[in-house]
């Protein structure tokens, strides 16, 4: 299996509701991750998640809270959104970044595309 | 502050043309350098560079890193309407420790768009 799920596929949410995103892979890796992509940007860097621990936080607002309770699962946890936080939530894994060699490619979930209202 | 530049930002061809989409990298600890092609929603990978001169291939794709000047190249060759899309570069790098973060720094994208 070398796919990584995420669901849902879109997610409509007013700004004082609880939501969460899940993904999903079984592909063996040990690294996980969230980013954010805005139409006609490149996807940017949320969270990094190596051996289920947080690694990475790039200065996320905390109204984003990432959990990872085992090695193929990930979550984001979303409240009190604002609209500007509309976009297309992207997970990505690979094997463990910690690794000084090897292969390292992220493979992409198909994302989550948030509307806050 | 690490930084990748794409250029050109957008192309139109035709099919059969051949396109050449470049990637230049400011970063620290290099690592690695990914290719990636995102159509509608999820990036989907392509090629990983480590090492100078050497060039990866797969059907009418192709791509070659120079580190010394700091760049690489995509190559497409005959191209086809299906190759419409986003050519996202991203680069890896180590951390002080030399081990890798595991974060991509993503250049803005080229937008290829290929008509019949």
């Known amino acids: 299996d070398t796919e990584v799920t995420q669901t849902p596929k879109h997610l409509v949410m007013g700004m004082t509701n609880k939501k969460s995103l899940k993904c999903e892979q079984h592909?063996?890796?040990?690294?996980m991750y969230w980013y954010k992509q805005k139409a006609k940007k490149p996807p940017e860097l949320m969270f990094v998640y190596s051996y289920e621990k947080l690694s990475i936080n790039e200065s996320v607002p905390s109204r984003f809270s990432p959990e990872c309770p085992n090695s193929s699962l990930l979550n984001l946890h979303l409240h009190a959104l604002q609209p500007e936080d509309s976009a297309l939530y992207l997970c990505?894994?690979?094997?463990?970044?910690?690794?000084?060699?090897?292969?390292?490619?992220?493979?992409f979930g198909p994302g989550t595309r948030l509307t806050v209202l | 502050e690490d930084k990748v530049v794409q250029s050109p930002l957008s192309l139109v061809v035709h099919e059969g043309d051949t396109v050449t989409l470049n990637c230049s990298y400011e970063v620290t600890n290099f690592r690695s350098l990914l290719w990636y092609k995102q159509e509608k929603k999820a990036p989907t990978f392509l090629f990983m560079l480590?090492?100078?001169?050497i060039e990866k291939k797969s059907g009418r794709l192709s791509s070659i890193l120079d580190k010394k000047e700091l760049f690489s190249i995509l190559n497409i060759t005959a191209t086809q309407t299906g190759d419409s899309a986003i050519y996202l570069c991203?680069?890896?790098?180590?951390?002080?420790?030399?081990?890798?973060?595991?974060?991509?720094?993503f250049g803005q994208g080229t937008i290829l768009t290929v008509h019949p």
């Open positions: 480590t090492s100078s001169g």
């Open positions: 990505a894994s690979s094997q463990a970044p910690t690794s000084t060699s090897g292969r390292n490619e992220q493979f």
């Open positions: 991203a680069v890896e790098n180590l951390n002080a420790g030399g081990t890798s973060y595991g974060k991509l720094t």
């Open positions: 592909m063996g890796h040990r690294a």
